[in-house]
């Protein structure tokens, strides 16, 4: 939508057949319903958590390093709410082709990129424990999920913010076919894209990203059809398909247990020399890998009523991610050399590793189970469906007007809009976003 509401019109139907236009769209857009997203990267899927000491929770906080002082536990209800703001500029180039030489004739050229600042908050709620962690670590869940220690995978309650130029897009188009009196067209195209952003840190959960590094190429068809009303008074009906496929590039992603469950990315693990030396899993369970996002299908529709020097545009799309491929980039199973901390033998002393725990398993309710002898974790036990985006799919809606004039400063054309959007993710793994 960005890229096509009213210019998609114009370039086709500019006055006096103007074959280089340029286009800057500043926009401002935000996430919706913190709710639903927060789901996505909460255990289970939860839109709230019970963190509780006992082990009658979805979260004990020992593994946080929130422990309360002896004859107390801590209990708590935590809900994030994650949202995201871009503010930018879309900045759009078109070149008709046949001015550069005649056998280009019905050739176009169309590239288009966002100079933008992503401003991202993983907002966490924790309402007021029970007793508070006092016990030389942190005093609540808040300081915990930030932990300095952990070099992946913080969920810090301030902004995260980063900015830059967004991949570079450029089509190159046929017109196929013409009407008479410029009332119509179909035109093929394909399309790739110049990756500009670097590889994914990881370090903080809902990490801002500007651009990628994955290039991609596709192909696609615009078209539109203009019916004359009465006189200056015409609507037209455009529409875009566009089909990419994504190729691989390298990340950095955080890996859950196969037999640990969500969140045991968390879990607290131990050398076999060292078992009571406890380190963050965090930092060993976040790997390089190769990542292949594959395929993404936009589809563009819009309604544009055109009178005099006015412009009015409704439109629709909606946009498809196929779920991701995903391998590490160490191809051998290869031993991490660390064992999950066990918990629940700290007190016979008898300790050795605790490969099966879950981020809601409890000293005090014995849920810690120990393996008998210590036993090494490989990459074979990271799970790599937990770092895998799924598919994903957004429906949005639009309207925006504008002004034109045909012979601004020395007969060049100026076109002046305004227009909002809504995008509706149908899942929590799809943002909901307002625009401007």
């Known amino acids: 939508v960005f890229e096509l509401a009213l210019t998609d019109y114009n370039i086709y139907h500019a006055r006096d057949d103007k074959r280089f236009q340029f286009y800057v769209k500043p926009f401002y857009q935000i996430s919706t319903n913190g709710k639903k997203l927060g789901q996505f990267f909460s255990p289970s899927n939860k839109a709230s958590l019970a963190v509780r000491e006992d082990g009658t929770g979805d979260i004990d906080p020992i593994w946080f390093n929130v422990i309360s002082a002896s004859g107390t536990s801590y209990s708590s209800t935590l809900c994030l709410r994650p949202q995201r703001q871009v503010t930018g500029g879309v ?20 590239a288009n ?14 309402t007021k424990s029970a007793a508070a962690g006092t016990m030389a670590g942190f005093a609540n869940m808040s300081q915990g999920l930030n932990n300095p220690a952990f070099c992946a995978g913080r969920i810090s309650c301030k902004n995260v913010n980063k900015g830059g ?12 076919y013409l009407c008479e009196n410029n009332t119509g067209h179909v035109a093929p195209y394909f399309v790739f894209t110049i990756p500009t952003g670097t590889k994914p840190k990881s370090k903080y959960l809902f ?7 994955h290039a991609s190429v596709g192909v696609g068809l615009n078209t539109d059809y203009v019916f004359n009303v009465c006189g200056d008074h015409n609507v037209s009906l455009l529409g875009d398909l566009k089909y990419r496929y994504v190729f691989a590039g390298t990340e950095r992603r955080s890996f859950d247990l196969v037999n640990g469950g969500d969140w045991s990315r968390y879990l607290d693990v131990v050398t076999q020399a060292e078992p009571l030396n406890t380190l963050s899993g965090i930092n ?15 589809l563009w529709l819009a309604a544009h009523y055109t009178v005099c020097d006015w412009d009015v545009e409704f439109g629709y799309s909606l946009w498809w991610r196929q779920r991701e491929k995903l391998a590490l980039k160490c191809c ?7 064992g999950v901390f066990d918990m629940g033998a700290v007190c016979s002393q008898i300790i050795t590793s605790a490969n ?36 994903a799919l957004s429906n949005k809606i639009y309207l925006a007007g504008a002004w034109h004039h045909d012979s601004f400063c ?17 899942k929590c793994n799809a943002l909901s976003q307002f625009a401007v």
């Open 356 to 391: 099966g725990a879950t981020i809601a398993d409890s000293i005090a309710n014995g849920s810690v189970l120990s393996n008998g002898l210590f036993q090494t974790l490989t990459t074979a036990d990271l799970n790599l469906c937990s770092a895998i985006q799924p598919s």
């Open 165 to 176: 130029l967004d991949d570079i897009q450029v089509k190159l188009g046929y017109n196929a």
């Open 410 to 426: 020395n007969n060049h054309p100026l076109l002046v809009g305004l227009g909002t959007s809504y995008e509706f993710g149908s």
């Open 113 to 126: 990129t966002a100079v933008m600042g992503s401003f991202n908050k993983i907002q966490v709620r924790e």
């Open 91 to 110: 900045l759009t180039f078109y070149a008709s082709l046949d001015c550069m030489w005649d056998r280009l004739a019905h050739f176009w050229l169309l």
């Open 207 to 213: 990490e801002p990203l500007v651009g990628t590094n």
């Open 332 to 338: 051998n199973t290869t031993s991490l050399g660390l």
């Open 284 to 298: 060993y369970f976040t790997k390089y890998a190769k990542v292949t996002p594959q395929s993404t299908i936009d």
